[in-house]
């Protein structure tokens, strides 16, 4: 069963406008994080955001904000005054822990392309 | 620049041959991950070693295996290699495995199979 969902393959915006990048997943864990990366053409991986399942305020990290629903299980990312470089790969991803305790693993979405028009 | 290194940066090889990819995880970081992207699937994760020790597999197919030395770098061998393993290999490194820390990626090996 896939556990994080991306449905927005792609996506295009024009700049300086907003975007919402969905992601849901599915766990049965109490206690998780969320994350979110971004690909640039160049392939690197970078870290964007993070929301812990406990934590009460929705994260924000400058022009990146988090709109975490934990009822809905989703956890969408939000990119305030959308610029060009923002043109990228966008994964969602979700850590969690297996039933031993202790191991665990971080898991990705499909990813969404967002791309900037100017 | 993450602090992970990768090598090498590309690699093509022919159907049936084995090849090792290497990661070093940045300093301090007891954790490294192996991740698969494929141009259509995502990052697929593979595997996992905390200090030395397997901690969790994935989706890593009989060809593959890895392994994490005592100096924390980490090796991921594919064998009889097929033209479907060509994919871009992430390792990331973690401090922990704490709920809150973060992958930190290298720069990725791009495998193509001939």
Same mark, same amino acid.
Request: glycine share 8%; proline share 3%.
């Given at each position: 069963?896939?556990?994080?969902?991306?449905?927005?393959?792609?996506?295009?915006?024009?700049?300086?406008?907003?975007?919402?990048?969905?992601?849901?997943?599915?766990?049965?864990?109490?206690? %998780?994080? *969320?994350?979110?990366? /971004?690909?640039?053409? =160049?392939?690197?991986?970078?870290?964007?955001?993070? #929301?812990?399942?406990?934590?009460?305020?929705?994260?924000?990290?400058?022009? %990146?904000? *988090?709109?975490?629903? /934990?009822?809905?299980? =989703?956890?969408?990312?939000?990119?305030?005054?959308? #610029?060009?470089?923002?043109?990228?790969?966008?994964?969602?991803?979700?850590?969690?822990? *297996?039933?031993?305790?202790?191991?665990?693993?971080?898991?990705?979405?499909?990813?969404?392309?967002?791309?900037?028009?100017? | 620049?993450?602090?992970?290194?990768?090598?090498?940066?590309?690699?093509?090889?022919?159907?049936?041959?084995?090849?090792?990819?290497?990661?070093?995880?940045?300093?301090?970081?007891?954790?490294?991950?192996?991740?698969?992207?494929?141009?259509?699937?995502?990052?697929?994760?593979?595997?996992?070693?905390?200090?030395?020790?397997?901690?969790?597999?994935?989706?890593?197919?009989?060809?593959?295996?890895?392994?994490?030395?005592?100096?924390?770098?980490?090796?991921?061998?594919?064998?009889?290699?097929?033209?479907?393993?060509?994919?871009?290999?992430?390792?990331?490194?973690?401090?922990?495995?704490?709920?809150?820390?973060?992958?930190?990626?290298?720069?990725?090996?791009?495998?193509?199979?001939?």
């Amino acid at each position: 069963a896939q556990k994080i969902t991306q449905t927005q393959p792609g996506m295009f915006v024009q700049e300086k406008e907003a975007v919402t990048l969905d992601c849901t997943y599915d766990t049965s864990d109490q206690s %998780y994080g *969320l994350f979110w990366y /971004k690909q640039p053409s =160049s392939g690197e991986m970078i870290f964007l955001i993070y #929301q812990g399942s406990y934590d009460e305020q929705n994260a924000t990290e400058g022009r %990146y904000s *988090l709109n975490f629903q /934990k009822a809905r299980k =989703s956890a969408n990312l939000v990119i305030s005054a959308s #610029q060009l470089g923002d043109s990228a790969m966008y994964f969602c991803a979700m850590r969690e822990f *297996l039933e031993s305790g202790r191991d665990d693993k971080i898991i990705f979405g499909k990813g969404t392309r967002l791309h900037i028009l100017p | 620049d993450s602090g992970v290194t990768q090598t090498p940066k590309h690699l093509i090889t022919a159907t049936g041959q084995r090849v090792t990819l290497r990661c070093s995880p940045r300093s301090g970081d007891l954790s490294v991950y192996w991740y698969q992207q494929s141009l259509d699937q995502g990052l697929q994760f593979l595997i996992q070693y905390y200090n030395g020790e397997e901690r969790a597999k994935g989706n890593i197919l009989e060809r593959f295996s890895a392994q994490q030395f005592p100096d924390l770098h980490s090796e991921l061998n594919l064998s009889s290699l097929e033209l479907g393993d060509s994919a871009l290999y992430f390792c990331a490194s973690s401090a922990s495995t704490g709920k809150r820390e973060k992958l930190f990626f290298g720069s990725g090996t791009q495998l193509s199979v001939l």
